[in-house]
């Protein structure tokens, strides 16, 4: 497999910052409807974020020592794992980052206000979770074989 490339990661963010920003505004100008960024989903992002790194630290544990490796099974799941981390971080970051830059030039409330603090706190886990899924693709990458015959 491939590892993750970081164009690639920048190229979903603002993909979903582009189209939730422009939902979000539209929502806003025409309906006078508010998108909802609950506190609970950076919550449940943190603890994401924290038992991958988790995950991470111990595998890399693990693979420190050369009699106990991982299983080639585990291995695969642990890098697909690596994977759906970081894209699913990339696109909430950047589905983050579209609604605070839509409520960033809305007129000021409470309500917008808080959306704006919760929105940057979700996408500021959502960019740890980008980079603790990286360190833990690059932990169990699998050196290619080379033919030098």
């Given at each position: 497999m491939k590892p993750t490339s970081i164009t690639k990661l920048i190229l979903w963010i603002l993909g979903s910052a582009s189209t939730l920003g422009v939902g979000t505004h539209f929502l806003r100008v025409q309906f006078s409807w508010l998108v909802p960024v609950p506190g609970t989903l950076a919550l449940a992002i943190m603890l994401l974020v924290t038992s991958i790194f988790f995950w991470t630290v111990l595998t890399r544990n693990r693979l420190a020592d050369p009699i106990r490796r991982l299983d080639p099974i585990l291995n695969?799941?642990?890098?697909?794992?690596a994977f759906a981390g970081s894209r699913a971080g990339a696109l909430m970051a950047g589905a983050e980052i579209g609604i605070f830059v839509a409520y960033l030039f809305a007129p000021r409330s409470i309500a917008i206000s808080d959306r704006l603090i919760w929105s940057?706190?979700?996408?500021?886990?959502?960019?740890?979770?980008?980079?603790?899924?990286?360190w833990l693709e690059k932990i169990c990458r699998v050196p290619e074989e080379r033919n030098d015959k």
């Open positions: 695969a799941r642990t890098v697909a794992l940057l706190i979700v996408a500021g886990f959502s960019l740890s979770l980008i980079i603790v899924s990286l």
